[in-house]
């Protein structure tokens, strides 16, 4: 199994920039499909972002595309969510998770990181 910690979250005013980072341990990054997802209080866990193992795939969620890039540096065992054009919209505790599958959909993936708060003034 893999065990994953985010960090680089913070407070930032919007329009700023936040670059969160997924750190993986155990088993070998490459092997995983990684995605990013974010919970914002009373709301349900939703899909923001998803890599490949390669990293030559991605998809985003509509509400961030254009403005959020997640990449991933297999050898560092580091996945990454680049965010600018920040939205008060965007508040929300940011997980990374592994998985085998190519997917958009918390259940498909079986390993979490236990979260990152982002926070968006305006």
């Known amino acids: 199994q893999v065990q994953l910690v985010e960090s680089g979250g913070g407070l930032v005013q919007a329009g700023g920039s936040l670059r969160l980072s997924c750190a993986a341990s155990g088993r070998a990054l490459s092997i995983y499909i990684m995605g990013w997802f974010r919970q914002a209080p009373g709301k349900e866990r939703e899909f923001v972002a998803a890599i490949s193992r390669s990293g030559a795939s991605t998809s985003y969620a509509d509400s961030v595309k254009g403005r959020f890039t997640m990449s991933r540096d297999n050898a560092k065992s580091t996945v990454y969510l680049q965010m600018n054009s920040l939205k008060p919209e965007d508040t929300a505790v940011y997980y990374c998770?592994?998985?085998?599958?190519?997917?958009?959909?918390?259940?498909?993936?079986?390993?979490w990181g236990q979260g990152t708060q982002v926070t968006v003034s305006s």
């Open positions: 998770a592994a998985g085998s599958v190519f997917a958009d959909v918390p259940h498909r993936y079986d390993y």
